[in-house]
């Protein structure tokens, strides 16, 4: 990431070595690519058949701030590289999935900043050696072993074949005023100071330059840069009771310019620190089955991680995943698409974070409509293939350091059953009264959630709600509660929406898996659904400080 300049100057390439020539580095990596796999095809047994190298390169800063006061202020410049060695053949090599174990060979290993030659030769010569002992020595136990267990004869191959891509897209140095920037982390970190309660706050502000730059032994060679500005704001609070409550708010986006004004951003702020006042007295919520609505923004993370996580190509593959959902299935209602679309930077104005040009294994993104009519069409797939899916859809990433999987994108929810959102909470409120419960929910915010796809375990999902009301069919005013975790099991719930709203809303956040953590964003409408359960959140029962605050 780059930025901060002292005196608050606009950063500039001048803040940080010169960014590289993308010439000149995929110069370096793909000759020494290509003399690593010549000697080795024609020197090692068992040999490769493909290698290919992901260098990636971050600049940036962080600001830190709570209650007016700046508590960090950090620059980094790394640049590493990800060293892919396949042995075998296509159909069967190192990568092969054996008894679920988990496959590690690569190591995130830092790489000159300045094009050193040299140094990256040497380090690629290094790190290539490694890998590939250990891809050599897990291909002979494979083998071996491979003899002992039972396997589908409809197996599928380890590798797909894939275009050769050249391309480059690098971004200009970051352009922000860094010392403005700094002045108002500070000042919106204030407001929380009009919060007593409040026993905890910070506003975290960060700008990050990142440039991908991967060359393959099949003559891919793609560069691909891209920002993004982000700004966290969080508080946390204890009840009379000792529960902690939490609420937090993020904005991203690619381009300082496309941040709200400071003004929105206070009254956002603001918003933040006034619900977690307001949590702080709220009755905790009662474990119901009840119908409910969940804002676009909720709905959007119900989805990613109840919907999206399941529909990854490399759990198909995987014996000791429960594998909920199966092609042709009907596993939402019939007014419902899902499209996962990487090539989409923004949705209504707002920029969505998991946009990228090419996946981490070079292959050029693209729009796959995953569901249609509520019926399932195909995975989320890596180049490894899936059943009868033998190329991918270009939804290979990984954290830097670690080995690529099929993970989630850009996740966009379409419904045809569409109403306002008046009409929607109408409904809501004729299917509590339809129902005879004692009211319904509205879930405004959620934080995260976490969900079990082993079929060892139980097919089930948790949601952490942030902000949640009780909708009273009587006419009362919504009553906010805390408290409150959404849980159930995935093909129950999705056969429980009824309708959505008209107006989609976009969540951006970063996802950890077992690739590591990558910025995805979902997109969706709110929906209505004819029950949901919460139980209570666990409460550590902690208790307030002894000592009183100090003065301000």
Known sequence: MIVSTIGGAVVSRRAFADPPSSKTLVDILSGELNREFSALKAKADPAPYYMAYEVVEQQGQSLSATLGALLQNTQNHERGVDTTVRVGSPSFDNYHPYKSLPIHFTSFTALSLDDDANQIRRTLWSETDRVYRLASRRFTQLKTDQQLLVESKEQSADFSSEEAETAARSTAPLQYDAKAWTGKVRSWSAEFKNYPRILGSNVNFSARREIRTLVNTEGTAVEEGNDLFRLEVDGIALTPDGADVRVFDTIEASSIAHFPDSSKIEARVRKVASTLDALVQAPPAEPILCPAILSGRASAVFFHEIFGHRIEGHRQKDISEGQTFKLGQQVLPPFINVLSDPTKRSYNGFDLIGYYDFDDEGVKSRPVRVVENGILKTFLLSRSPVG???????????QPGLEVVSRQSNLIVESSKQVSTSDLKAALI??????????????????????????AGLQAFTVVPLVVYRVYPDGRPDELVRGADIVGTPLSSFQRILATSDRPEVFNGYCG????????????????????????????QQRMPILPPPGT
């Open 388 to 398: 009868e899916f033998v190329h991918s859809n270009a939804h290979g990433r990984r």
């Open 430 to 455: 004729a299917e509590i009264k339809r129902q005879g419960k004692p009211y319904g929910l509205y879930f405004e915010e959620v934080s995260s959630g976490y969900t079990t796809t082993g079929r």
């Open 513 to 540: 898996a077992e690739s590591g953590s990558v910025p995805v964003s979902a997109v969706s409408p709110a929906i209505l659904v004819s029950e949901i359960e919460i139980q209570r959140k666990q409460n550590a």
